[in-house]
């Protein structure tokens, strides 16, 4: 659809300035009913387990109806088992990654 977007997430979700600014941005979007994926990777997927503390922003962000997605090779990089990722987010190879990028209209990196 032309009013999809993948955003590739690449902060630490620890990061607050950062998470705040995504979250306008992201809530603004959602409002004006584009399509959103996000994709943790790189140190995005830090604050995506279970097992950490999580964010406030993170939290809020979580409760937006937009896809989420954590990509398996950063998570194992950062020693995150892929268990323990919060419901709602899933996991996913490069080869997943490639056809959700292939879908969207837009890609957005966000690092």
Known sequence: ????????????????????????????????????????????????????KISPHMKELLDLPINFYVLTPDLKARGINVSNIYNGIKSIEYEDLVDILAKSYRIVSWM
């Open 1 to 52: 659809a032309n009013n999809s977007i993948v955003y590739l997430y690449g902060f630490s979700t620890m990061l607050e300035s950062k998470m705040i600014n995504f979250n306008k941005i992201i809530k603004r979007q959602v409002n004006e009913d584009v399509l959103i994926s996000t994709v943790f990777i790189h140190d995005g997927v830090i604050g995506t387990s279970q097992k950490s």
